[in-house]
């Protein structure tokens, strides 16, 4: 068996402090990143409480391995929420929006401010995801880049109202219906 290698270690020791992040009731922020070099563990993004930036400290240091811990966790008081809590509260609430596809889109979060991009069908499903994406808490403005994919034709709509006007000017007995299909332009 061959010796395992510093960075093996340290991507092993990463994930043992997730996991152990994940059990401590204390620490409810998704918002932590933890990476390790040579045994020694840095913490940054932010929690809400001091309580819980000690909390989570605390749980990398019971990892086996862990030499030390560098707590580079910013506590951010008060009810402003942050981009990445946005984003995600945007994600979840249009992944819950059945009219929505929400894997052909965008989200951006930049200081509160939502920029959605992508490209959907329907109208109704871009003002949707803008309706969705607007009510989430934290928001304070929107832009929506959604573009709507051309679905039919012009040549083909002209079709289907060629093969239609007969079966209308039989129920309506008219007279002449090929005069006005001769009639019918629709711009490409």
Not at 73 to 90: F, M, N, Q, W, Y
Not at 97 to 110: F, G, N, Q, W
Not at 122 to 145: K, S
Request: with cysteine; proline share 4%; charged share 30%.
């Amino acid at each position: 068996m061959q010796p395992r290698t510093e960075k093996e270690i340290d991507n092993q020791l990463r994930q043992d402090v997730l996991k152990q992040l994940e059990w401590e009731p204390e620490v409810v922020s998704k918002d932590i990143s933890v990476a390790v070099k040579d045994g020694v563990v840095t913490l940054t993004g932010f929690v809400h409480t001091y309580l819980e930036k000690l909390a989570a400290e605390k749980a990398a240091k019971s990892v086996y391995g862990v030499q030390a811990v560098a707590g580079d966790i910013e506590v951010k008081l008060g009810t402003k929420r942050s981009d990445p809590e946005i984003a995600r509260d945007i994600v979840n609430a249009i992944e819950l929006t059945a009219s929505v596809p929400r894997d052909r889109l965008k989200i951006c979060v930049r200081e509160g401010f939502v920029t959605l991009e992508g490209m959907l069908d329907w109208n109704f499903q871009r003002e949707c995801a803008e309706t969705t994406a607007r009510n989430i808490h934290g928001v304070q403005g929107l832009i929506n880049n959604i573009e709507l994919r051309r679905r039919i034709a012009a040549n083909l709509v002209k079709k289907k109202i060629e093969d239609a006007l007969p079966r209308s000017a039989e129920a309506c007995a008219a007279p002449d219906v090929s005069a006005v299909i001769d009639h019918i332009s629709i711009a490409p």
